[in-house]
């Protein structure tokens, strides 16, 4: 016969605090973007062009791109972020939202603009140039 389980109040509790930890953190990194936005996405079209991941004709408006990417996400609601991040969950074990964000942004959208040749690389390879380049700017 199989065994009900019923959590007590003090499992409650500290899932509860879990997940209000993970929400700050999350809600943290977001907005500690508008600090560092000029140079965060300078550096991110510099490091997207040097890995040849993107490859573009104009590198001013792919950094441009970039800031706009990042000033929707600062503003974006949490249903927003989630429906763009949801197929790349998979590419990291522990993603960081303001990577995985970008990344779909990359992926998905940045291949149709004007000034965009082509996109090279796998998911993973687009996340981890991404991703150092965040782990510089933003906080843990």
């Given at each position: 016969?199989?065994?009900?389980?019923?959590?007590?109040?003090?499992?409650?509790n500290i899932?509860?605090?879990?997940?209000?930890?993970k929400?700050h953190?999350r809600?943290?990194?977001?907005g500690?973007?508008?600090?560092?936005?000029?140079?965060?996405s300078?550096?991110?079209?510099?490091?997207l062009?040097?890995?040849?991941?993107?490859?573009t004709?104009?590198?001013?408006?792919l950094?441009?791109?970039l800031?706009?990417?990042?000033?929707?996400?600062?503003?974006?609601?949490d249903?927003?972020?989630?429906?763009?991040?949801?197929?790349?969950r998979n590419?990291a074990?522990n993603?960081?939202?303001?990577?995985?964000?970008?990344?779909a942004?990359?992926?998905?959208?940045l291949?149709?603009?004007k000034?965009?040749?082509?996109?090279?690389?796998s998911?993973?390879?687009i996340?981890?140039?991404?991703?150092?380049?965040?782990?510089?700017?933003?906080?843990?």
């Amino acid at each position: 016969m199989a065994k009900v389980f019923r959590q007590s109040t003090r499992e409650s509790n500290i899932i509860s605090k879990m997940e209000s930890q993970k929400e700050h953190a999350r809600r943290s990194t977001i907005g500690s973007i508008r600090d560092c936005i000029e140079p965060f996405s300078n550096a991110m079209a510099m490091k997207l062009v040097e890995n040849n991941l993107v490859e573009t004709t104009n590198k001013t408006s792919l950094e441009d791109q970039l800031r706009r990417c990042l000033e929707a996400l600062i503003y974006a609601e949490d249903f927003d972020i989630d429906y763009q991040v949801a197929p790349f969950r998979n590419v990291a074990a522990n993603p960081n939202i303001v990577t995985l964000f970008l990344t779909a942004f990359v992926i998905e959208k940045l291949i149709n603009h004007k000034d965009v040749v082509d996109i090279f690389g796998s998911d993973e390879d687009i996340y981890k140039c991404i991703d150092l380049q965040v782990a510089k700017f933003l906080p843990a």
